[in-house]
């Protein structure tokens, strides 16, 4: 055999070989992503349960025995709420980030190694914030360095998102970033003012603090706007201008209508962090109006809805979960012209933090997160029924009886409110087994493989 031909036959073999490793190393990346991810969401899936709604529950009952919110410590209410808004929501937040940008092919491998980082950082600063509220173990030491370390878990991910770059558009002569990726960016920039507000916050706390480690109840009030509406709700507005348009068959967003709820929702926020709420609550509707009429969630799909995986029930929860954001925003105005015990406060919040988001997360996230996390299928499109009704169920009671309650309307809506309370938990109990089980599942693949006929 002559040199040339033993050059020839060798070049084919070289390239087979490199094509190997490189598939070989995308296999192990999207491996590597998977299990970040799916231990972001299971880790939200914990605080949610325990350090969230288990304790939340326990709070309510204790309010709702003595009749009065003044029976319980603040410090374990705020420990409740931090752990819905940044250990359940915050941690999904950040892990469907890491994978979704990931995914995109623009971020490079060590995002992986860059996610446990993240997640070591974040979880520990979470946690920690939480335990400090419940004992007060060296609080003027803890209380800020949780939110040091949750700061420095989100860094983690916004240095590794960062060097995310949009694929160039055929025919376009420069990248151009789609409304979503615009409205996500923002929302990430509203997560970042909230950190530093809240390290500020805990900070100013431990130096000129009272006996223990509650944030004061004035200023503890205006920053859970920043937070609801400076980067949750923009988040969901963002994600849902990526996904709803598939998922229910949508017109095409107006961008318009999203950039201008986007700024509403900040301006009303700053507004509410400078100290005038009611100016604050009249910007809300318009922000949810605009929101609505942006992505258009009201209207008729122009295509039909992508129901594989998932109850048939899904576009309708996914509706209604803008209801429930226009109740909150409306609620807010009520609540700053005439709130005196914290009731109405308390109902629009949760119409807001359960109403919306909690429904969007059980709607859309158990269509999304099977997918991510390993390409697998929805346990039961049942159980997901099942926890969306009880949600909505134990939000409706909860939404109407607060305020009548803690303001001494309606003394027998004391008795209703921690059925309320029940009626959620069971709820939350039901979607998160229903993604345990789910995650417990071999890949869709995998099990259609097993169940092919010999």
């Known amino acids: 055999m002559s040199p040339t031909k033993v050059t020839a036959t060798a070049r084919p073999v070289a390239a087979a070989e490199v094509i190997s490793a490189e598939t070989l190393s995308i296999v192990a990346r999207e491996a590597g992503l ?158 970042l003012v909230t950190l530093l507000a809240n390290l500020g916050v805990t900070a100013m706390a431990a130096i000129r603090g009272g006996s223990g480690p509650a944030i004061p109840m004035v200023l503890d009030q205006r920053l859970l706007m920043l937070p609801a509406w400076g980067f949750l709700v923009p988040t969901v507005w963002g994600f849902n201008a990526r996904w709803l348009p598939i998922f229910l068959g949508l017109p095409a967003l107006r961008r318009r209508f999203i950039y201008a709820a986007v700024v509403l929702a900040w301006v009303a926020s700053a507004f509410m962090l400078s100290g005038f709420p009611l100016v604050a609550a009249l910007l809300l509707p318009a922000a949810a109006v605009s929101a609505i009429l942006a992505l258009r969630v009201w209207e008729s799909g122009i295509r039909p809805a992508k129901l594989n995986g998932v109850h048939a029930s899904f576009p309708l929860f996914v509706r209604g979960a803008y209801a429930w954001l226009l109740i909150a925003s409306v609620m807010s105005i009520l609540a700053a012209l005439g709130d005196r015990e914290g009731g109405v406060w308390g109902a629009s919040r949760h119409a807001l933090t359960v109403g919306f988001l909690a429904t969007m997360v059980f709607s859309v996230g158990q269509k999304i997160l099977p997918a991510f996390c390993g390409a697998r299928v929805l346990f039961s499109s049942g159980a997901m029924l099942t926890s969306l009704l009880l949600l909505t169920i134990g939000c409706a009671l909860r939404v109407i009886c607060e305020p009548l309650a803690y303001e001494g309307y309606a003394g027998w809506a004391w008795k209703v409110l921690p059925w309320s309370a029940v009626i959620e938990l069971t709820a939350v109990t039901v979607f998160a087994l229903n993604l345990g089980f789910t995650f417990a599942r071999p890949p869709a693949h995998l099990m259609r493989a097993q169940n092919a006929p010999a």
């Open 34 to 191: 998977q299990r970040v991810v799916t231990t972001f969401i299971a880790t939200g899936l914990l605080f949610m349960l325990l350090p969230g709604t288990f304790l939340g529950v326990w709070n309510l009952l204790s309010i709702s025995a003595q009749h009065t919110v003044t029976s319980l410590p603040p410090a374990w209410m705020q420990a409740h709420g931090h752990a819905q808004i940044f250990g359940w929501l915050g941690t999904f937040i950040l892990g469907i980030g890491f994978y979704s940008l990931s995914k995109m092919g623009s971020l490079p491998a060590f995002a992986v190694s860059r996610g446990w980082i993240s997640f070591a950082l974040w979880t520990t600063g979470v946690f920690l914030r939480w335990a400090v509220n419940i004992t007060e173990w060296n609080w003027r030491v803890a209380l800020p360095l949780s939110a040091g370390l949750e700061l420095a878990g989100f860094l983690v991910f916004l240095r590794t998102v960062s060097g995310h770059r949009v694929p160039p558009v055929e025919g376009a002569p420069h990248a151009v970033k789609e409304p979503w990726m615009v409205v996500v960016m923002a929302s990430t920039a509203g997560f």
